[in-house]
């Protein structure tokens, strides 16, 4: 049987594919515009993900499929070959299960969401581009292929984050995702054609052996083409300074913004360092001092952020930035395990989260928190599973959040990175602040907006009971002294074996951070509790300093747009411009000036009066002996007889001279 699911496991692959071409093709004909056919895509790829689960945490399975589709070099008589196919391992295994999960659950939701929309078919279209590509990146057995993922997840994002292209600040939103990632993809990319030149393979498992084996000592190449990697990681993940684009994306509609923090796109940095960190442990390990600190710098630095915003969907991105800081960091504290259990805990509860943040804002029309408050009454099942997730990211026992979070600190600990673990504690405190800030805000007081609140429908509360369970019990799957499989799920098994999973909690990471997470949840009540009706008492809470710097984004999008934006539009444009116009067109024209007056010598010179004048001279000559034989062709026989006697008495008069 597991034979089987690994041999066809490409369908995981593909079939988002050939729904996004069914719905392009036929979606607009359909009773539900195409959500029909990426949900049956979807529901077949989470029942195969869930088999490949179980598979491998019974029977360990390991293996590349791959298919070869020509070569693309070669390198020191070896030849270099692009393939295409898939890898299943308790890696990939996990990532596809957390990825058909999570997009199954948000495409259901999006019936309800996106009912009305003027643009469904394509949302769907765009949304089945979106899973794919991530899952292709996910299953990639070489680097070239996860290149294609990883740029198909750039597209998709473009599309979604753009969805209503009509409003300038969405297209724009949509760009600056756009360039952004583009620029760290170059790095993506150079490493990955320095490690695959350099050790003659793009395979990854062939990297890892060389690696795990020690038998290609890269030296100062593997550090390059590690911060290279890690820096197109930077990107996807949203690691500090590159973080820009994330809360700008929350203009899209709501499911992309569940999908992409969830499950797609952001985690693809972490999974990149995870599925590589055999070489990064080997061969580029001086790139992981590197991975520590941003993740460190990302975790508390991007969770600030959340503290002065109105909008739930922008608390919840900055939230998204701070907890892939967590990953990053505690992969390079040497937590490989840890990195990759708060991605799958995050997975669901950080879904519920958005998708809650979707019913309010489908029920009230706005995003603001400031037209919110008391929707608790109107709204219990959201409040509740709401409540549930806010909870989980907290870190509160026993909720998923808690464990994940407590390993990762336990990481920093045992690493002996104590800088990074008060870090990491004291975001732990402001992540529970801030949860609860929006907790409030939006269920708690009365209600400030100008609709009608109601619970959504059926097809939006269920995906949120459905996650809100596994916000519960996701980390129960890794539960020191009492069960650790996963662990064991996610070991890169035959290449490498990562640190032994912990027989106990410790205690001198999970007090600190169990502490910090209470005491976030109190402030937040103190200042935000219930009783203060208006948004101006609520809100009362200023630190002169440093909220101005908050609010103002650390001055990042001012750095960006005034010290690369404005000076790439203004002189450098008008420079580039001047450039084309007066050099590279010059140079064209001229040329081009030549040429025509070259081809007008040849043409009246040589052509016209030479080969024109030769040929019309041979054709008048020709015509002229035409007309003089035509006039001895009269008809007359007399006279062709004595023609003919003529030229023979001349020829034996001439043989007789001459001889």
Do not use: C
């Amino acid at each position: 049987m597991s034979g089987f699911l690994v041999d066809f496991a490409g369908i995981l692959l593909v079939l988002p594919f050939v729904a996004f071409l069914v719905i392009v093709l036929a979606g607009k004909r359909m009773k539900y515009q195409g959500a029909e056919i990426a949900i049956g895509a979807m529901a077949i790829n989470w029942l195969y993900s869930a088999a490949l689960l179980v598979v491998n945490l019974t029977e360990e399975v390991t293996r590349d499929v791959q298919f070869e589709i020509g070569r693309i070099g070669q390198i020191a008589g070896e030849p270099l070959v692009f393939e295409l196919g898939w890898t299943v391992d308790g890696l990939s295994s996990m990532m596809f299960f957390v990825v058909t999960t999570v997009s199954l659950l948000v495409f259901i939701y999006a019936v309800g969401y996106m009912k009305g929309d003027v643009r469904v078919p394509f949302f769907f279209a765009a949304l089945s581009l979106f899973a794919g590509s991530m899952l292709v990146l996910v299953g990639a057995p070489n680097l070239v292929q996860l290149i294609i993922g990883w740029e198909g997840v750039g597209l998709a994002s473009y599309l979604l984050i753009g969805h209503y292209w009509e409003k300038h600040e969405n297209s724009s939103a949509a760009m600056k995702a756009f360039y952004v990632n583009k620029v760290a993809d170059v790095g993506l990319i150079l490493g990955a054609v320095i490690l695959g030149v350099t050790t003659g393979t793009f395979r990854i498992n062939e990297i890892l052996h060389l690696a795990e084996d020690g038998a290609a000592a890269l030296g100062a190449v593997a550090l390059v083409a590690g911060l290279l990697i890690f820096f197109g990681a930077m990107g996807k993940s949203a690691q500090f300074p590159l973080h820009v684009w994330l809360p700008d994306a929350m203009a899209g509609p709501t499911p992309v913004s569940a999908l992409m923090h969830a499950a797609t796109m952001v985690t693809a940095g972490v999974y990149l360092i995870a599925r590589m960190y055999p070489f990064y442990e080997e061969m580029a390990a001086g790139a992981r001092t590197w991975i520590l600190w941003i993740g460190a710098a990302t975790l508390f630095i991007t969770g600030l952020l959340a503290l002065v915003q109105n909008d739930i969907k922008r608390v919840l991105a900055y939230s998204t930035v701070s907890q892939l800081g967590y990953m990053v960091a505690a992969l390079g504290a040497g937590g490989y395990a840890a990195g990759l259990f708060h991605l799958w805990t995050h997975a669901f509860f950080k879904a519920l989260l958005f998708l809650g943040a979707g019913s309010v804002i489908h029920a009230v029309h706005s995003n603001y928190m400031s037209d919110m408050g008391g929707l608790r009454k109107d709204m219990p099942t959201t409040y509740r599973t709401f409540v549930i997730g806010a909870l989980a990211l907290a870190g509160i026992p026993p909720l998923a959040g808690f464990f994940s979070k407590d390993e990762i600190l336990a990481t920093f600990n045992h690493a002996g990175a104590t800088a990074v673990l008060w870090l990491g504690v004291a975001a732990a405190f402001v992540t529970a602040f801030y949860t609860f800030r929006m907790v409030f805000l939006t269920f708690h007081g009365t209600y400030r907006g100008h609709g009608h609140p109601h619970e959504s429908p059926r097809v939006m509360t269920m995906p949120l009971v459905a996650l809100a369970v596994g916000a519960v019990a996701a980390g129960w799957v890794n539960i020191p002294g009492v069960y650790t499989g996963f662990h064991h799920l996610v070991e890169v098994r035959e290449v490498f074996h990562p640190e032994e999973a912990p027989t106990s909690f410790d205690l001198a990471a999970l007090i600190p951070g169990g502490i910090a997470g209470l005491l976030g949840i109190f402030l937040a009540y103190l200042i935000f509790k219930p009783d203060r009706a208006s948004q101006a008492e609520r809100d009362r809470l200023e630190i002169p300093a440093l909220y101005p710097l908050l609010r103002r984004k650390y001055f990042l999008d001012d750095l960006y747009w005034y010290g690369i934006v404005e000076p790439i539009k203004g002189p450098i444009a008008r420079a580039v411009n001047w450039t084309n116009t007066y050099v590279i067109d010059g140079v064209v024209n001229s040329v081009a000036g030549l040429s025509l007056f070259l081809s007008r010598i040849v043409y009246q010179g040589l052509d016209q009066r030479g080969i024109d004048g030769v040929v019309h001279g041979l054709s008048a000559a020709t015509d002229s002996a035409g007309g003089s034989l035509r006039r001895l062709q009269s008809g007359r026989v007399q006279q062709y007889a004595a023609g003919f006697v003529t030229g023979t008495l001349l020829l034996v008069v001439a043989l007789v001279v001459f001889r």
